[in-house]
């Protein structure tokens, strides 16, 4: 076994705002996985949008249009957050002219260098990365024309590979839609191979978790069998005890007084900021304003002192506030998961069932949902 390193891509600056970048793999090999890494430059004044926002989505195909990854950048960044157990690596600030960085590594097995599951590229004709993106361009989002790729890829390609082979984990999104105010929404999910595990993924501005969607249920064979139930907040509250997920967010703010930022963080449980600044002749100040859903409203102000009267004024220009937030579970995601441990003799047997399907109970409209499954594919 010899992993190496290579590189695909190297800090390619893509040359519009709106596009797809494919490039080709290798022919032979068995590929582990590729750490993609994006950025991107905040506008002139902020940058409110995180890289995730601006990945449409992230595919790896083979032969044109066997999907073996596919995901939007939104659902990859809570995939990611669990299967790591913490947020992926980033760069998070809306300081205005600094590059936010994200990396997101796509992932054929358990983790990088996984001995046993890995993407055998020889039994396809070509298998190309496609990676689309559109991020938002203004002062207050991101500069036209910066943002960039960066894609290292881990393969063995040494004569025998890495050895035995059980398979290929393929995360793929089954669903889209927006939730409605009643009522449940069902998808029926593939039986050709082995689920590993699934993931929904439901936002809403500015509003808590698990209101939208209350409650998920896995069904197999028509109610006959429930592999699965609970509502979102048991789902969550899975992540932190039996995944050991931490929950936590951090980044750096830059506003002024009650404009807001998005932490993208579960249900908040705690919350702390702390702005930075050169002392000056007023005293400056700053409180946690209101709270909706992960949405934070920012309260800044200044004193100054003249003729005896003492001024309360919003905050004259914009300062650095380092925060860190603490939610249940994943913001915005939870995960049903089967193969506890990594364990894959634990995969549910989906082709075992005549039917399976993922009942979602809507609690409100509004919310944008997603679907997306992880299923072992036998070698």
């Not at 039986?191 to 998920?216: E, S, T």
């Not at 300062?319 to 049903?336: E, Q, T, Y």
Request: glycine share 10%; hydrophobic share 40%.
């Amino acid at each position: 076994m010899s992993w190496s390193r290579r590189l695909l891509l190297d800090q390619e600056i893509q040359g519009n705002d709106l596009g797809t970048r494919r490039v080709q793999l290798p022919a032979r090999g068995a590929l582990s996985g590729i750490e993609l890494r994006c950025g991107c430059t905040n506008g002139a004044t902020r940058g409110t949008q995180r890289i995730f926002e601006a990945l449409t989505r992230v595919e790896v195909v083979a032969d044109g249009s066997n999907f073996l990854f596919s995901l939007e950048g939104a659902e990859l960044y809570r995939w990611l957050h669990y299967i790591l157990g913490k947020e992926p690596p980033h760069v998070w600030t809306e300081h205005s002219g600094i590059v936010q960085y994200l990396t997101l590594p796509i992932l054929f097995g358990r983790y990088l260098g996984d001995p046993e599951f890995w993407l055998d590229l020889s039994q396809y004709r070509a298998v190309e990365l496609r990676v689309q993106y559109a991020p938002t361009i203004g002062a207050t989002s991101f500069v036209t024309t910066t943002f960039q790729i960066h894609a290292p890829y881990w393969i063995d390609d040494s004569p025998g590979g890495p050895g035995a082979r059980r398979g290929f984990l393929r995360t793929t999104q089954v669903k889209a839609f927006t939730s409605l105010g009643a009522g449940e929404d069902v998808t029926e999910l593939s039986r050709l191979y082995k689920l590993w595990d699934l993931m929904v993924y439901a936002r809403h501005a500015a509003q808590n978790d698990g209101i939208d969607i209350p409650i998920a249920e896995l069904r197999a064979n028509d109610k006959a069998l429930i592999p699965a139930t609970g509502r979102w907040d048991d789902w969550a509250g899975v992540a932190e005890t039996l995944l050991d997920v931490d929950g936590s967010h951090e980044g750096i703010a830059f506003p002024l007084d009650t404009e807001t930022s998005l932490l993208h963080t579960g249900r908040l449980l705690s919350l702390v900021a702390s702005p930075v600044f050169a002392m000056a002749a007023s005293i400056i100040e700053y409180s946690l304003g209101a709270i909706a859903g992960d949405q934070l409203t920012h309260s800044c102000s200044e004193t100054l002192t003249a003729a005896a009267t003492v001024h309360f004024t919003a905050w004259a220009a914009r300062r650095d506030l380092l925060w860190k937030a603490n939610g249940l579970g994943v913001g915005n995601a939870i995960l049903i998961p089967f193969c506890l441990h990594g364990n894959p003799d634990e995969a549910l047997d989906a082709p075992s069932f005549s039917r399976l399907q993922l009942a979602l109970t809507q609690g409100g409209a509004g919310s944008i949902v997603r679907v997306s499954t992880r299923e072992l594919v036998p070698a």
